[in-house]
Each structure stands twice: as structure tokens, then as C-alpha cells.
């Protein structure tokens, strides 16, 4: 099993829930400057602690997520880490009004890294799009486009021209290219049957995230039914699991320590999807008499238990967590685990903690299988 960590690089001071658009008057760039300097310190902790990757992504105009660029982030890393692989999970080439500005971008990180960079194409959430004001109506054709030019910027020798619905270009010849041959692997993240066709058609590895169980065997069940129609069959490695994970001494100690911050997560920064369902003229769905599961609520109405039961997120003593992630894993069919060992507003001394005993007590078990 593979073993990767994903930082959101989420902002930890709010005293309000989030609602989109926040204004950004709520933004210290003073403490910004300390969340950025403590997430890399984290993020070279992943290193040392022999975990495989260190994930990024892109998101824009909220607390949800400090990083419009991942990859400046991607570029600091390449410096101060030395063998873990970088995964930009990813850029949003729908957004990116020059793909051939993306393609150059993750070529010089490929060759400055080593041939470290894992390449993530994302559709993206409706907010980055009203953050950028593209039509929500344009993401996956624009995405698929950019998608097929940067692949081709990254592998053809010679200079082409491009002109398709979206993007005109005369004649592209990338300076760098990429080290890996033919070019970084391409990871879609995806939840709909649209972004999970692209990935099965693409043969590419797609992911969930802040789903259930039950949800995500269903999501990676129909990944494997469109892969077989487009005559391959995915492999463990193909399937990427991302879950909340924190790690104490004892299960009450790890509950104590992680509930606040869990809370944090899902019930204020989460809670962005407000006021972007309002600007799109929409409203949750109502509550339910009784919550039983997970798609019942929105996920700023998510609580600790109810992650917890289900499977959402990983609290626990070490054995608690190695059994919890080996039974999902198993599950699922999942070959590559994504932890959020950093999440809402943990602070420092306890994400360092958690870094560091589960790459010291449950790391070792996960490795041996």
C-alpha cells in the first residue's frame, strides 16, 4: 500500500463559519505567514518519516484553502524535500486561461524535482469557477481541452499548432519538457459519472474524498464498470482513498485532541457551500427527521461521531487506526491511502505529533500489508 498525506493548507483562525464570498479583511497575512512556514515544516516531516507522496491542491477565494497556485507550493517542495513524491491534486486546467503556461509549469517542477511530480487534473468545485466567474456550464469541456494540450506540449518534439473551442495557439514548443517519460502521471480525482468516464476513458487513477463507505465502494464500483467498457481493468493502484487521520496515545486521547479541529473542518470551513448555494439561486435540502448516513446532511452539518461511524474519518490508538485503514482498504479495493493528517485548525505541535506517530507506529504495519 501506498501512503500519502494531503495538505489543504486550510486557514485556522476563523471565528465564523465560513460564507462564501468571505472577505478577506478576515486574513492576517502577518499569521499567514506562520501557516504557510509551519505547513512546510510539516510537509518535510513527511519525508523524514518515510510516508510515499505529499498532496496539494488548487482553490480559490476562501479559507478552505490557502493555495490559489499549488505550484508554488510544488516548487518550495522541490527545494526543502529530496525523494517524497509531489502530488498536485490538483491544478484546475479549466481555470487556467494558458494550459500552455500550466504544461511549462509542471515541466520545470518535474526536471527541478527529479522527476518527483504527480500531475492531478481536477474539475474543480462550483466556487472556483464564481471565483473566476467561468461558466460553471464550460468546466469539464474546457478541462478535457486543456487536459489533451498540455499532454501534448509535454510529448510532442516539434512545434504544433492547437486551435480547438476554447484555446488557439499558433505554434507550442515547451521549454523545459518533463523528466518522467512520456510525462508525470496523471491522477482525475472524481465523484459524478462524468468525471469518473473521463478518468475510465483516460485510464488514469481517480480518488474520493469526504465520502462514506458505502459511498465510495459505489463510486469506485462504477469507476472499474466504465474502465471495463473502455476494455481495461483498474488495479489497487488506481483507486485513492482520502480520509481524516489523527493519532494518539489512546482512543479518548485522540478524540480529545482531534474533535475540535475536526469540527472546525467540516463545520465552518465547510461551510463555504452556503453562501456559493445561494449565489447559484439553490438551497440544501432539508434535514431529516433522524440522521442515519452521511448523505443525509451537508458536510458543514457533519459531526466527529457521525465521521467516525462513517469511516469518514480516522481517530484512534495506533492498533484502532492500522485496523480501520487496513479494513477500508481492503474494502474498497484501494491500492493508495490519502491521509489529511492536518486539518481545520489543528495546530502545529499536535499535526507534528500526529505526523509523527503514525509514520513511527502505524506506517511500519500498513507497509508490511
Same mark, same amino acid.
Given at each position: 500500500?501506498?501512503?500519502?498525506?494531503?495538505?489543504?493548507?486550510?486557514?485556522?483562525?476563523?471565528?465564523?463559519?465560513?460564507?462564501?464570498?468571505?472577505?478577506?479583511?478576515?486574513?492576517?497575512?502577518?499569521?499567514?505567514?506562520?501557516?504557510?512556514?509551519?505547513?512546510?515544516?510539516?510537509?518535510?516531516?513527511?519525508?523524514?518519516?518515510?510516508?510515499?507522496?505529499?498532496?496539494?491542491?488548487?482553490?480559490?477565494?476562501?479559507?478552505?484553502?490557502?493555495?490559489?497556485?499549488?505550484?508554488?507550493?510544488?516548487?518550495?517542495?522541490?527545494?526543502?524535500?529530496?525523494?517524497?513524491?509531489?502530488?498536485?491534486?490538483?491544478?484546475?486546467?479549466?481555470?487556467?486561461?494558458?494550459?500552455?503556461?500550466?504544461?511549462?509549469?509542471?515541466?520545470?517542477?518535474?526536471?527541478?524535482?527529479?522527476?518527483?511530480?504527480?500531475? %492531478?487534473?481536477?474539475? #474543480?468545485?462550483?466556487?472556483?469557477? /464564481?471565483?473566476?466567474? &467561468?461558466?460553471? *456550464? $464550460?468546466?469539464?469541456? @474546457?478541462?478535457?481541452?486543456?487536459?489533451?494540450?498540455?499532454?501534448?506540449?509535454?510529448?510532442?518534439?516539434?512545434?504544433?499548432?492547437?486551435?480547438?473551442?476554447?484555446?488557439?495557439?499558433?505554434?507550442?514548443?515547451?521549454?523545459?519538457?518533463?523528466?518522467?517519460?512520456?510525462?508525470?502521471?496523471?491522477?482525475?480525482?472524481?465523484?459524478?459519472?462524468?468525471?469518473?468516464?473521463?478518468?475510465?476513458?483516460?485510464?488514469?487513477?481517480?480518488?474520493?474524498?469526504?465520502?462514506?463507505?458505502?459511498?465510495?465502494?459505489?463510486?469506485?464500483?462504477?469507476?472499474?464498470?466504465?474502465?471495463?467498457?473502455? %476494455?481495461?481493468?483498474? #488495479?489497487?493502484?488506481?483507486?485513492? /482513498?482520502?480520509?481524516? &487521520?489523527?493519532? *494518539? $496515545?489512546?482512543?479518548? @486521547?485522540?478524540?480529545?485532541?482531534?474533535?475540535?479541529?475536526?469540527?472546525?473542518?467540516?463545520?465552518?470551513?465547510?461551510?463555504?457551500?452556503?453562501?456559493?448555494?445561494?449565489?447559484?439561486?439553490?438551497?440544501?435540502?432539508?434535514?431529516?427527521?433522524?440522521?442515519?448516513?452521511?448523505?443525509?446532511?451537508?458536510?458543514?452539518?457533519?459531526?466527529?461521531?457521525?465521521?467516525?461511524?462513517?469511516?469518514?474519518?480516522?481517530?484512534?490508538?495506533?492498533?484502532?487506526?492500522?485496523?480501520?485503514?487496513?479494513?477500508?482498504?481492503?474494502?474498497?479495493?484501494?491500492?493508495?491511502?490519502?491521509?489529511?493528517?492536518?486539518?481545520?485548525?489543528?495546530?502545529?505541535?499536535?499535526?507534528?505529533?500526529?505526523?509523527?506517530?503514525?509514520? $513511527?507506529?502505524?506506517?511500519?504495519?500498513?507497509?508490511?500489508?
Amino acid at each position: 500500500m501506498q501512503v500519502y498525506a494531503f495538505d489543504l493548507m486550510p486557514w485556522p483562525h476563523l471565528a465564523e463559519a465560513s460564507y462564501y464570498p468571505d472577505s478577506n479583511r478576515l486574513y492576517d497575512p502577518a499569521l499567514g505567514r506562520q501557516v504557510y512556514d509551519e505547513h512546510f515544516r510539516q510537509m518535510e516531516l513527511y519525508e523524514e518519516c518515510g510516508y510515499d507522496a505529499i498532496c496539494i491542491n488548487e482553490h480559490h477565494a476562501k479559507p478552505y484553502g490557502l493555495m490559489p497556485s499549488p505550484n508554488l507550493i510544488a516548487a518550495v517542495l522541490t527545494q526543502r524535500t529530496k525523494k517524497i513524491k509531489i502530488g498536485i491534486f490538483g491544478n484546475l486546467p479549466a481555470l487556467h486561461a494558458n494550459p500552455v503556461r500550466l504544461a511549462e509549469e509542471v515541466a520545470m517542477l518535474d526536471v527541478m524535482s527529479g522527476g518527483r511530480i504527480i500531475s %492531478g487534473f481536477v474539475r #474543480g468545485v462550483p466556487q472556483e469557477f /464564481l471565483a473566476y466567474s &467561468v461558466p460553471l *456550464a $464550460e468546466a469539464r469541456p @474546457r478541462m478535457t481541452e486543456a487536459w489533451d494540450l498540455v499532454v501534448k506540449a509535454w510529448t510532442e518534439r516539434e512545434p504544433f499548432a492547437w486551435h480547438g473551442k476554447y484555446f488557439n495557439f499558433d505554434r507550442v514548443s515547451i521549454w523545459p519538457r518533463p523528466l518522467q517519460v512520456p510525462h508525470p502521471p496523471i491522477i482525475l480525482p472524481a465523484d459524478s459519472d462524468e468525471g469518473l468516464e473521463i478518468a475510465a476513458s483516460r485510464r488514469v487513477p481517480t480518488g474520493s474524498a469526504y465520502r462514506s463507505v458505502g459511498r465510495v465502494r459505489a463510486v469506485l464500483d462504477r469507476y472499474r464498470a466504465l474502465a471495463r467498457k473502455h %476494455g481495461w481493468t483498474p #488495479g489497487p493502484e488506481h483507486c485513492h /482513498l482520502v480520509r481524516h &487521520v489523527y493519532v *494518539a $496515545e489512546t482512543n479518548a @486521547r485522540a478524540r480529545e485532541e482531534a474533535e475540535p479541529h475536526l469540527d472546525y473542518f467540516w463545520q465552518k470551513l465547510l461551510s463555504y457551500h452556503r453562501g456559493s448555494l445561494a449565489l447559484m439561486g439553490q438551497s440544501p435540502p432539508p434535514r431529516p427527521a433522524r440522521v442515519e448516513k452521511a448523505e443525509d446532511v451537508p458536510l458543514y452539518e457533519f459531526d466527529f461521531d457521525l465521521c467516525q461511524k462513517e469511516g469518514m474519518s480516522i481517530v484512534g490508538d495506533p492498533d484502532y487506526v492500522i485496523r480501520e485503514i487496513r479494513a477500508q482498504t481492503r474494502e474498497l479495493g484501494v491500492g493508495v491511502f490519502v491521509g489529511l493528517f492536518q486539518f481545520g485548525s489543528l495546530p502545529h505541535p499536535l499535526a507534528q505529533k500526529n505526523i509523527r506517530l503514525f509514520g $513511527e507506529k502505524v506506517l511500519p504495519a500498513l507497509k508490511r500489508g
